[in-house]
């Protein structure tokens, strides 16, 4: 158990220097990025790319390990369904990060560096996840 704490702090910690060092932690980054028609700040589409760079080549060979290292096996999405409750959540996820510029990880990160904009956007996110947890509930 202390094994995988201890990994999950690691990368915790390394995704959190990446946001805070790529400049994610700024809302007005990830605005300027959105903002395609005006202020357009490219930043965002070269930190996705070396996300989906280093998918792409590491994604299949650690699937290929047959379970991590810490854990008895890879707990993967059993549904690829396409339906309304993932285009509803997704649809206000969008919604959310185009009016904030920020989504969870970053918001997080951005509590890290004192940004002020996180001290108000974690908490309201907070309440949106009790939220639909009580609804999910019902």
Do not use: H, N
């Amino acid at each position: 158990m202390k094994r995988i704490l201890a990994a999950a702090l690691a990368s915790g910690a390394l995704f959190g220097v990446g946001l805070a060092l790529s400049g994610m932690t700024d809302a007005r980054r990830i605005l300027g990025f959105l903002d395609v028609t005006g202020d357009f700040d490219p930043t965002l589409a070269f930190v996705l790319g070396g996300a989906v760079a280093t998918t792409l080549l590491l994604f299949r060979p650690v699937l290929r390990r047959g379970r991590p290292l810490f854990a008895d096996g890879f707990r993967l999405p059993e549904s690829s369904r396409i339906d309304a409750r993932l285009l509803t959540g997704a649809g206000l996820f969008g919604i959310g990060w185009g009016l904030a510029g920020y989504c969870p990880g970053p918001a997080l990160a951005g509590l890290g560096v004192g940004s002020s904009e996180a001290l108000w956007f974690v908490p309201a996110m907070i309440v949106g996840i009790v939220l639909q947890r009580m609804l999910a509930r019902r």
